[in-house]
T-cell receptor, first 115, second 112 residues
Framework: NAGVMQNPRHLVRRRGQEARLRCSPMKGHSHVYWYRQLPEEGLKFMVYLQKENIIDESGMPKERFSAEFPKEGPSILRIQQVVRGDSAAYFC?????????????FGSGTRLTVV | GENVEQHPSTLSVQEGDSAVIKCTYSDSASNYFPWYKQELGKRPQLIIDIRSNVGEKKDQRIAVTLNKTAKHFSLHITETKPEDSAVYFCAARSVGNEKLTFGTGTRLTIIP
């Protein structure tokens, strides 16, 4: 079991560019969660998705950020027109079902640096 | 929504001594409380969790206690080792709400 796979591990973007972060959940997991971690801070919930559905996006900024989890392929977190404040580690987690007995398994994260 | 507070923010403990990290939560409907350990530059890893139908759970040197009435839960690490040095996060999840709400983290340093 390869675990939750995130890529790229590191991403550098200039201000105004787009960032695309990918997350493949663990095999058999159908729930994906995205969290953002600013330097020296905790994990902030962004969005919860199931296949082809956004279930809870209460933590997503209203502008420039979007997420999807298509029927085929990985979940994508997309940040348009990046700004310096978007620099952070973005972690994806997956679980097999609602209120999973085993909690979340996190990926290794994507560290986004905006220059 | 749920609010989780975590104390202390930093903790230094002599090797071999015990470390205790405490969290409080606001939503009385929360029923699942995991703890994560994050080493520098790495992913958060689940180390122990507890559900609201039990008051204590132990796994070797790590234990978690839950007081539902007071809405607080704690992580206890005994016989600490240098490899226990990391940032620890508590979290809570409510019934019918899949997202975890995390505390702000405790940076634990074990002094050899």
């Amino acid at each position: 079991n390869a675990g939750v796979m995130q890529n790229p591990r590191h991403l550098v973007r200039r201000r105004g560019q787009e960032a695309r972060l990918r997350c493949s959940p663990m095999k058999g997991h159908s729930h994906v969660y995205w969290y953002r971690q600013l330097p020296e801070e905790g994990l902030k919930f962004m969005v919860y998705l199931q296949k082809e559905n956004i279930i809870d996006e209460s933590g997503m900024p209203k502008e420039r950020f979007s997420a999807e989890f298509p029927k085929e392929g990985p979940s994508i977190l997309r940040i348009q027109q990046v700004v310096r404040g978007d620099s952070a580690a973005y972690f994806c987690a997956s679980s097999p079902d609602r209120e999973s007995t085993y909690g979340y398994t996190f990926g290794s994260g994507t560290r986004l640096t905006v220059v | 929504g749920e609010n989780v507070e975590q104390h202390p923010s930093t903790l230094s403990v002599q090797e071999g001594d015990s470390a205790v990290i405490k969290c409080t939560y606001s939503d009385s409907a929360s029923n699942y409380f995991p703890w994560y350990k994050q080493e520098l530059g790495k992913r958060p890893q689940l180390i122990i969790d507890i559900r609201s139908n039990v008051g204590e759970k132990k796994d070797q040197r790590i234990a978690v206690t839950l007081n539902k009435t007071a809405k607080h839960f704690s992580l206890h690490i005994t016989e600490t080792k240098p490899e226990d040095s990391a940032v620890y996060f508590c979290a809570a999840r409510s019934v019918g709400n899949e997202k975890l709400t995390f505390g702000t983290g405790t940076r634990l340093t074990i002094i050899p």
